[in-house]
């Protein structure tokens, strides 16, 4: 008798999961679609994701994945409200979004470094964070990832960013620099140093990677996810992975896939989507895909105290997770 | 009659508490409103903040003087703006409505200048003017000039033909017929453009705020973004709506003020 009841309650269950509203497939056949947000506009920088769907990945792990793109906080705000299970979002995101209440998990770690760096000509004097003092340096704004990153190396530099003339000049470093409005631009690595050297300004670039580690780029989910849908995490980290791995593999191979994705990058100057590409695949390459390193995390609400963005230390063991990743 | 005497005095009451009292009522209830979706919607508070974190909020931006200061910069630039765009654009309206001819060569031009969205040429702007508040004060500028330019050709041509005879049989020289005729007639539609233009230029100064800026209110949206501060955004926003309804309250005691020889 008593087996009989464990069996029902086996099959009640069984049928509950099956009920289940939310992301929750993974007892069912068909694709589950899940919608992940990721930057501004199409990117020969998300190409990882591209090969994926492109390869089959996402696909063989049961996933109608649809790409959306919008500013990484509504991104991050949407998937806190259970809106979208996946984003692209910085590491610094999730501290900032942990603090007002925005339940919200890194799973996963695509960039291993933070990818802001300083950049100015090479002819102009300037060597270290000490150099700028006293000079103009451009910046998209006293906000987000390049603001954070300027801080980061001010701040393991231990020089004291206030001596610095700090100068909000929207997207446009690459003409501020090349104009000579600006003696230093605050940057993405993998982006504008390229940018410039096409134009033919050669150019030196302070990584924030040279000063400290940072967690960069990687996937979010919400709690309310890790808790009701784990399997639905750990297949999309997984084919996720795999098109990292692709690209690193046979970047050739992404370069191809990707022009059915970004529109233009056909016509686009092919050396400097390439350099750009080759530049992010140096950010990619690890031998354990996926993993967040708690000291970088560590660093990163130090950052963030520091400058004020964070009113208080949290428990950043809350805002990250191993458990989806190969150890 | 004299039965009907208090009914007419309480209805008169009534009448008067309730042109008091419309604007605070409306805002009590718009207030209820917007508490009660954020209390029973299924929007988490990170995402539409009640108005009672809105008005704490307010209250700590108000207290450490980061909110005055952000409107003064803003303020700044939008008047400056509204000035610049307003003076270049009445003499250019001037012009174009006493040359035909101008106004066939430079139309298509300046109406295809509407058609670019302020967001795609605001980078440029800073990226030629730099990122002060020049840049700013140029796209709000821009985005003034337009109504109050064709307001401006509206306003002169639609002048009366006869008082221009007239002015002409008293002998009355060019500037005379300007000072006298003109700008008296045109005056009013002109302010009608301003009462537009007013508005819009609060629009430029906070797109030019956005793309680079670190000060101003359209920088305290992008930090509340940034930092998911949405009670902060909403102050911001509620900010730049007073800006701009006491522009256009400016405007109509402008308009009241110099138009009262029309209503005697």
Redesign the interface.
């Known amino acids: 008798m008593k087996r009989v009841a464990l069996l029902l309650l086996a099959a009640a269950l069984i049928l509950l999961a099956g009920c289940t509203p939310g992301f929750s497939a993974e007892a069912t056949q068909e694709r589950t679609p899940v919608r992940l947000a990721m930057g501004y506009r199409p990117d020969i920088q998300f190409v990882p994701l591209y090969v994926a769907e492109e390869l089959g990945y996402f696909d063989e792990a049961g996933f109608d994945v649809t790409f959306e793109h919008m500013?990484e906080?509504e991104a991050?705000?949407l998937v806190?409200?259970g809106e979208l299970p996946f984003a692209i979002v910085s590491g610094e995101q999730v501290l900032?979004?942990r603090?007002?209440?925005?339940p919200i998990v890194y799973v996963m770690t695509w960039w291993q470094e933070y990818p802001v760096g300083i950049a100015y000509a090479s002819e102009s004097g300037i060597r270290t964070p000490a150099d700028l003092v006293g000079k103009r340096v451009?910046i998209?704004?006293?906000?987000?990832a390049s603001y954070i990153g300027f801080e980061a190396i001010m701040q393991s530099a231990g020089i004291d960013s206030a001596l610095v003339e700090?100068?909000?000049?929207?997207?446009?470093q690459v003409?501020?620099l090349y104009?000579g409005?600006e003696d230093a631009v605050v940057i993405y690595v993998n982006n504008e140093p390229v940018q410039l050297d096409a134009l033919g300004l050669v150019v030196d670039v302070m990584r924030v990677s040279d000063y400290v580690h940072l967690m960069g780029n990687g996937l979010i989910a919400s709690e309310e996810t890790i808790a009701s849908s784990p399997m639905l995490i750990a297949g999309f980290v997984e084919a996720f992975s795999r098109g990292i791995q692709a690209v690193l593999d046979d970047p050739d191979q992404a370069y191809e896939i990707a022009q059915s994705y970004v529109e233009g990058l056909a016509e686009a100057d092919e050396a400097v989507q390439r350099s750009i590409l080759e530049e992010s695949l140096t950010y990619w390459q690890t031998d354990s895909i996926g993993y967040s390193d708690p000291q970088a995390w560590i660093n990163m609400q130090n950052v963030l105290l520091d400058i004020g963005?964070l009113q208080g230390a949290q428990d950043v063991s809350q805002a990250f997770t191993n458990l989806f990743t190969a150890p | 009659m004299a039965a009907e005497y208090p009914s007419t005095r309480a209805r008169n009451g009534v009448s008067v508490l309730l042109r008091v009292l419309r604007i605070p009522l409306s805002l009590l209830l718009f207030l209820l409103m917007w508490g009660a979706i954020s209390r029973w919607s299924d929007l988490p508070p990170f995402m539409l903040p009640s108005p009672a974190a809105v008005g704490a909020r307010f209250m700590r931006t108000w207290r450490d003087g980061s909110l005055l200061y952000h409107m003064g910069v803003t303020l700044s630039e939008v008047l400056s703006g509204l000035f610049v765009g307003m003076a270049v654009a009445t003499v250019m309206g001037y012009i174009l409505a006493k040359s035909p001819l101008l106004e066939q060569i430079l139309s298509p031009y300046i109406i295809a200048s509407q058609a670019i969205p302020t967001v795609a040429i605001a980078p440029l702007l800073i990226i030629w003017f730099g990122p002060g508040r020049i840049s700013k004060v140029l796209i709000s500028a821009l985005i003034v000039f337009f109504p109050i330019l064709i307001n401006t050709i509206l306003g002169i041509r639609s002048v009366s033909e006869d008082l221009y005879d007239l002015m002409i049989s008293l002998r009355a020289n060019p500037s005379q017929i300007l000072a006298k005729l003109e700008l008296p007639a045109a005056l009013p539609v002109v302010l009608g453009g301003l009462k537009i233009g007013a508005t819009l230029s609060v629009i430029g100064a906070v797109v030019g705020e956005f793309i680079g800026s670190d000060e101003g209110l359209g920088f305290l949206i992008n930090i509340g973004r940034g930092l998911y501060d949405t009670p902060l955004v909403f102050v911001a926003v509620f900010a730049l709506i007073v800006m701009a309804l006491g522009l256009y309250g400016a405007v109509i005691v402008i308009e009241r003020s110099v138009l009262r020889w029309r209503t005697g």
């Open positions: 500013p906080t991050a705000q806190g409200a900032l979004a603090e007002q209440g925005i451009g998209p704004g006293l906000y987000g700090l100068e909000s000049i929207g997207y446009n003409e501020a104009q409005q963005y």
